[in-house]
Nanobody, 128 residues
Framework: EVQLVESGGGLVQAGGSLRLSCAAS????????IGWFAQAPGKEREGVSC????????YYEDSVKGRFTISSDNAKNTVDLQMNSLKPEDTAVYYC?????????????????????WGQGTQVTVSS
């Protein structure tokens, strides 16, 4: 069974940092993309960043570029999202998901429907 469990969220003041972690199990970590997605109150879930387990290439949405860093540890089947210089607009429930690699077979774009169900996510709240 494909399972991804998010952790590391919390309440932080604007300008602060958090490190989210995604622990994956039930599938071979290689040859998949892992993405972090955020769902703010009243909004749809949107992609934030992703990483390819094939070539470790990464992708960031413009809104987080330069502030967030995604990394993976294929031996441990974990993907972390280091979030620095947090802003109130980063407040959301953050989810991780595994999905097939892109058409070229190596990159994590475009985002695709995830394997299995969405997890419970982890709440990130940034106060002003």
């Amino acid at each position: 069974e494909v399972q991804l469990v998010e952790s590391g969220g919390g309440l932080v003041q604007a300008g602060g940092s958090l490190r989210l972690s995604c622990a994956a199990s039930g599938f071979t970590f290689d040859d998949y993309a892992i993405g972090w997605f955020a769902q703010a109150p009243g909004k749809e879930r949107e992609g934030v960043s992703c990483i390819s387990s094939s070539d470790t290439s990464t992708y960031y949405e413009d809104s987080v570029k330069g502030r967030f860093t995604i990394s993976s540890d294929n031996a441990k089947n974990t993907v972390d999202l280091q979030m620095n210089s947090l802003k109130p607009e980063d407040t959301a429930v953050y989810y991780c998901a595994a999905y097939p690699l892109g058409p070229d077979g190596s990159t994590c774009q475009p985002y695709r429907p995830p394997f299995g169900s969405w997890g419970q996510g982890t709440q990130v709240t940034v106060s002003s």
